[in-house]
């Protein structure tokens, strides 16, 4: 008996409100949630146009600076690494107009474009682990010597890659050797790499991927798969070089991007990076960071987490 009283109160205690408020919400204080409703429309309306506006000229100032960076390129471009040797690499998931426009760049700096390589995701797939173990050991044994940063699979194949189409001296890079030719076979035979190279370089542009990002109030920001081994073949392009850039879109800049990861790591300070690929001022920044590389200096270059400055310092030849 308790319990159907305590459940009839309670039914009571409903009905009664709902009744105040509607005998309150069409009489006294009808007015009232009208006019506050109508005043918070009004405010999101115009919040929403005021959005828009910011949009508009945010697109805008892209829009000119891509146009004024476009203009720059003929005047500063032409000359910057004549006489010198690129290799461009894409990672899985890069942007193809971004290898397709930096190479167009790179042969009117005068560079000569040893290729361009694309390395699959069988390099960072888990079920593949056991078949690049095998494989690199089977490497080694033909091509010895190379000196991995890492006594891991990753780090016997980063080396290797190194070795098959970068080299150090001027001299190495006019040809490919018989070592380099097995080693660039049989990584395409494995599936690890798509494309051939007329030579190998003294130089390297390694072309990061984006970084997946969330909706409003989405997960975290989706992973690079493997982004340390993608290190790891950056620094081994780079100590078997005379230069490595890293370039990627502004994502990459981002958390668990390849250019982000590259920046907070200790040991890749030889390396330059640029997040601002996909525009024309990721091509020039490229360009220019390849000709500070061969130097012998490195920096981080756009507008991301760690850039130094948006584009590598011009020198006198410039102005």
Known sequence: MIDFRYHLVSLVSVFLALAV?????????KESIGD?????????????????????TAQAG???RDEFTSALIPALVPGTLSGRSVVLISLPEADSGTVESLGGALKKAGATVTGKLELTSRWTDTEGTERREALAEVLDRIVPGTDPLADTSAGHLAALLGRAVVAENFADSQKVDRPATTLLSEFVEAGLVKGRISG????AVLVAPPVPQPGQGGPA????????DWVTVAR???????????LG???????????????????????????????????????????????GAAGSYGFG???RRPLPPLTEEDT
């Open 62 to 64: 892209l829009s000119h």
């Open 36 to 56: 506050t409703l109508a005043d918070q429309v009004s405010s999101l309306r115009t919040q929403k146009d005021e959005l828009r506006q910011e949009l508009n």
């Open 236 to 246: 081994s392009l780079d100590k078997a070089c005379t230069g490595t850039v890293v």
């Open 305 to 307: 987490e760690g850039a």
């Open 200 to 203: 190998r370089s003294t130089t």
């Open 249 to 295: 879109p502004a994502s990459s800049a981002t958390e668990e991007g390849l250019v982000a990861t590259v920046r907070a790591a200790t040991d890749t300070q030889d390396l330059s990076t640029v997040d601002t690929g996909g525009s024309p001022m990721g091509t020039l920044g490229a360009v220019l960071a390849l000709r500070e590389q061969v130097t």
């Open 221 to 228: 920001p989706t992973p690079v798969r493997g982004v340390e």
């Open 21 to 29: 408020g509607i005998v309150l919400g069409a009489g006294p204080l």
